[in-house]
C-alpha cells in the first residue's frame, strides 16, 4: 500500500511557474514507476508525464513537454514537477499516481495508487 500526498499547487498568471510535490509513503516509493495526471473541469483525467522507478527515462504528454520537467528523489519518497511558462490551458487539479510496472506508462489503468490531487489555476 503506498500513500500519495501532492502539494505546490496555487494561483499563478500566465508565463509564471509552480513546482508540485508528491509525497508518497512507505519503503517501497524506489520500486514503482510514477505519473502526473491532470483533470480540468468537464474533461477526462489526462496524461502530463511520467518517469521511471531509477528516474532515468521521462516521458512527456505533447502539451506540456518542453515547458515541465518531472524528477524523482526516492531517498526522500518524493517526486516533483516543475512547471514553466504556465498557459491558461494548464488550469487543473492535478494528481500524482503510482504504478506497480516499474516502468513509463500513460494510461491511468497501468497506475494503482492515486493523491488526492491539487489545484492548479493560471490566469491570462
Known amino acids: 500500500q503506498v500513500q500519495l500526498v501532492e502539494s505546490g499547487g496555487g494561483s499563478v498568471q500566465a508565463g509564471g511557474s509552480l513546482r508540485l510535490s508528491c509525497a508518497a509513503s512507505?519503503?517501497?516509493?524506489?520500486?514503482?514507476?510514477m505519473g502526473w495526471f491532470r483533470q480540468a473541469p468537464g474533461k477526462e483525467r489526462e496524461f502530463v508525464t511520467a518517469?521511471?522507478?531509477?528516474?532515468?527515462?521521462?516521458y512527456y504528454g505533447d502539451s506540456v513537454k518542453d515547458r515541465f520537467t518531472i524528477s524523482r528523489d526516492n531517498a526522500k519518497s518524493t517526486m516533483y514537477l516543475q512547471m514553466n511558462s504556465l498557459k491558461p490551458e494548464d488550469t487543473a487539479v492535478y494528481y500524482c499516481?503510482?504504478?506497480?510496472?516499474?516502468?513509463?506508462?500513460?494510461?491511468?489503468?497501468?497506475?494503482?495508487?492515486w493523491g488526492q490531487g491539487t489545484q492548479v489555476t493560471v490566469s491570462s
Open positions: 518517469i521511471n522507478w531509477s528516474g532515468g527515462s521521462t
Open positions: 499516481a503510482a504504478s506497480r510496472t516499474r516502468s513509463l506508462a500513460t494510461m491511468t489503468q497501468l497506475y494503482d495508487y
Open positions: 512507505g519503503r517501497t516509493f524506489s520500486t514503482y514507476a
